[in-house]
């Protein structure tokens, strides 16, 4: 493997000496309204694939310094009330190009860079991907990235209280979705339920959800999805500037700050972000969970050159975070007790200082992003470093039970060659080294080594009104669990070595089939190798109520998935509808089976009674669909509405499979007024409704539907470097006592939080 990592830099480096000999280009370019001609001041020009941006004059006009003098790429233009343009342009023609922006109250952003390896209108994009925006991100008053996110219909999340979220897409969550934050994958232990995405939720420009399988262009992992956290791009060249973002939520006393501050000097680029989070307990009705706070510090800086041969960008960054972990839902009385038996009351609760037990969580990342212009094609890379450092403190605040250390290195590959704007081949190999160690006294996974390495190959055909895309990828991957005999002779883990590898495939279009009308169809194969916890766990899991024990024989999980969507969008009306069915071979799952359980000796001495649960494969199937629609009738009045549904079947029984998230409706309506000196106005209320989930596995139990009422009001004043943004969202106005079927606390009888306000405002700087 570090044969490899040096093989890879040394053809970075044969690539990028011919590159620098690039010629300097100014790209010059024209912004107007498309009824009446007039220029478009302010509109923000994108090109993605080469990390730039710039804003228009007064007149319109705009530049872009320090890019490449030839090559093909897709420019992106956004303004506040009219459609999203882009538009395939190659710069060699060195003719000024103008966008005529159609006025629309739907503002949508059509540029994906997700699950294609060049920049693409949606509309050529075979893939379901939804694009999350900073502004819905804050709006949404999420106390986690996920949970921002968790709206977004086929999206779900797996809670454990304020602090920790995972993603479920379509029904597949934990190592079935890959997080993607600086170009890299991230990792960070997200076999445990606990575990949640460990990246600051400031740094998200924006947020592009891939929904199905992407094992073609990310590998294992990716079988259920893809949720790619997108920093933003940097600054016009000769740009200095900064935002301070914060809020406070009333639920938990949750308060949010982050301070950013970038620049670009002649292609130097630069960027750095300070973010702090600290919550007391959340509540519902008149109760507080105890010891269910956190607070988080999360430290960031990007410096790279932009220029004429591409860019590369160096990006460091720390998460630290100090989460409680609940061990016992209330009495029958709804009382929470102290280990003496007296009743908590909700003021000891409410104070921000964790008691035992509380798990600390330092995730360091190093990834260096790079975009080479080489031989008319791109050569893209990312070559990262993590380490998550996670220690669980049970009975001690200074000695750490359960301590894992584990550190990654990852490389990502590609090359796309030289297109004309209708053939784009694209080829990439990607791979991982991984080691993780107990440092601790207290044990769940084996220490284990773990070396993967893919292939691919891709290739996308442009046509008028659509296009098709193919590939193919071959994995490989080496799992190397360690032998453990503990102090008094147990066997805790017994060595193993298992080897997995597969081919799996892709194949999809997109054509408009009339006019603002797109049908889009997808079939890919999916592979995901078991993780360590599902191959070589044996102890209790912290904070999960239950005791675990692996399967070192487990199979790897492969699936064939068939996708099919039809998108409408008008002036006035936006629908999506969406409809899926995925087979997956060997479907991983951990169970309690026959009420099996366990005596686990406590530190103390004492004896603790744990239920069971081991891990076991099925052949399964997951269907389902999403919808949406968007009435605009009105120019200010918007009616949006989302319907989310999933099935999930163990075929070999016929029984529901276990953690699958109910169906779900979402109706908004949002009202976006036009008042003197203000802008981007709006007032909106909406209602969650979530269904019964009476589908459920013999160890869990039926979820009673529930609705939420939610509500917001925001408004931004234009100043001198841009826009302070103010919001208010309300959730859960009603107070209403429910349980997600998903949420880990539920087994506790720890209802899901009650009401919350969010207070939030962004500042401009310099």
Not at 236 to 249: H, I, L, P, R, V
Not at 527 to 546: K, M, V
Not at 577 to 582: F, G, M, Q, R, V
């Amino acid at each position: 493997m570090k044969k490899i990592h040096l093989l890879l830099v040394v053809l970075l480096a044969c690539f990028t000496a011919p590159a620098l000999a690039a010629n300097l280009a100014d790209f010059k370019g024209k912004v107007l309204d498309a009824s009446t001609k007039e220029p478009l001041s302010g509109a923000t020009v994108y090109i993605s694939d080469l990390k730039a941006t710039t804003t228009t004059n007064a007149n319109g006009e705009f530049s872009f310094s320090n890019i490449p003098s030839r090559g093909k790429f897709l420019v992106e233009v956004r303004y506040v009330g009219y459609k999203t343009a882009s538009q395939q342009v190659d710069l060699a023609a060195g003719a000024q190009i103008v966008f005529a922006l159609e006025a629309s109250v739907i503002e949508s952003a059509e540029v994906v860079i997700t699950g294609t390896p060049y920049s693409a209108n949606n509309k050529t994009n075979s893939l379901a991907v939804v694009s999350i925006s900073r502004e819905k991100l804050a709006q949404a008053a999420g106390t986690n990235i996920v949970d921002a996110i968790a709206k977004v219909p086929g999206v779900s999340q797996v809670t454990t209280g304020g602090a920790i979220s995972k993603p479920s897409i379509r029904g597949l969550g934990y190592n079935r979705v890959l997080t993607i934050v600086d170009g890299a994958r991230e990792e960070a232990q997200q076999w445990g339920d606990e575990h949640g995405v460990e990246v600051d939720q400031f740094s998200a420009a924006r947020i592009e959800v891939l929904k199905g399988p992407a094992s073609l262009l990310y590998g294992s992992d990716a079988l259920g999805g893809v949720i790619n956290i997108i920093d933003d791009l940097v600054p016009a060249a000769g740009d200095f500037n900064g935002n301070f973002t914060t809020n406070y939520n009333t639920n938990n006393g949750l308060t949010a700050s982050s301070l950013m501050l970038q620049g670009n000097s002649d292609g130097l680029v630069y960027r750095g972000r300070v973010s702090y989070k600290n919550a007391y307990g959340f509540g519902y009705k008149d109760h507080t969970v105890p010891n269910s706070g956190f607070n988080e510090t999360n430290v960031s800086g990007m410096i790279g050159l932009n220029k004429t041969w591409g860019y590369a960008h160096l990006n460091l960054s720390r998460f630290n975070t100090n989460i409680g972990l609940v061990e016992e839902g209330p009495d029958d009385n709804g009382d929470y007790l102290d280990d003496d038996g007296n009743v908590i009351s909700n003021s000891e609760a409410k104070k921000r200082k964790l008691n035992l037990p509380y798990q600390n969580i330092n995730h360091y990342r190093a990834a260096l992003n790079s975009n080479i212009l080489l031989g008319g094609g791109q050569l893209k890379t990312t070559l990262a470093f993590q380490r998550n450092v996670r220690k669980e403190f049970q009975e001690s605040a200074t000695e750490p039970g359960l301590y894992l250390n584990l550190n990654s290195y990852t490389y990502d590959v590609k090359y796309s060659f030289a297109n004309n704007g209708v053939w784009e081949p694209t080829i990439g190999v990607q791979g991982m080294h991984q080691t993780n160690a107990n440092n601790g006294d207290e044990f769940l996974i084996p220490d284990y080594t773990s070396d993967n390495i893919g292939a691919f190959a891709y290739l996308k055909r442009n046509f008028a009104k659509g296009a098709i895309n193919a590939g193919i990828r071959y994995d490989h991957k080496n799992i190397d669990g360690r032998d453990l005999v503990d102090a008094d002779g147990k066997q805790v883990f017994t060595a193993f070595n298992n080897k997995f590898s597969n081919v799996s495939g892709s194949i999809g279009f997109a054509f408009e089939i009339a006019k603002n009308l797109n049908l889009k169809g997808n079939a890919g194969s999916g592979f995901r190798a078991p993780n360590i916890a599902e191959l070589g766990a044996n102890g209790r899991h912290e904070g999960t109520f239950r005791y675990e024990v692996g399967n070192s024989n487990l199979k790897q999980e492969t699936s064939l998935q068939f996708d099919l969507g039809l998108e409408y969008n008008a002036e006035k009306v936006t629908l999506g509808l969406n409809a899926y069915s995925n087979k997956i071979y060997n479907y991983i799952y951990p169970g309690n089976f026959n009420n099996e359980t366990i005596n686990f000796q406590e530190a103390d001495g004492s004896t603790t009674v744990l239920p069971l649960y081991r891990y076991v494969q099925t052949n399964a199937t997951l269907m389902g669909g999403e919808a949406s629609i968007d009435f605009h009738l009105v120019k200010a009045l918007h009616f949006e509405n989302t319907f989310a549904y999933v099935k999930g079947t163990n075929n070999a029984t016929k029984a529901p499979l276990p953690f699958i998230p109910a169906a779900s409706l979402n109706n908004e309506l949002r009202f976006e007024p036009q008042i003197k000196g203000l802008s981007d106005s709006y007032i909106k209320i909406g209602l969650t409704n979530v269904f019964k989930q009476d589908r459920f596995d013999s160890f869990e139990t039926e979820t009673n539907g529930y609705t939420l009422i939610d509500a917001g009001i925001g408004t931004s004043v234009k100043v001198k470097k841009g826009k302070i943004n103010l919001w208010i969202t309300g959730q859960n106005l009603g107070d209403k006592l429910y349980f997600n079927h998903l949420s880990r606390y539920k087994p506790a009888g720890i209802y899901n939080p009650g009401r919350n306000l969010s207070f939030g405002i962004s500042v401009p700087l310099l």
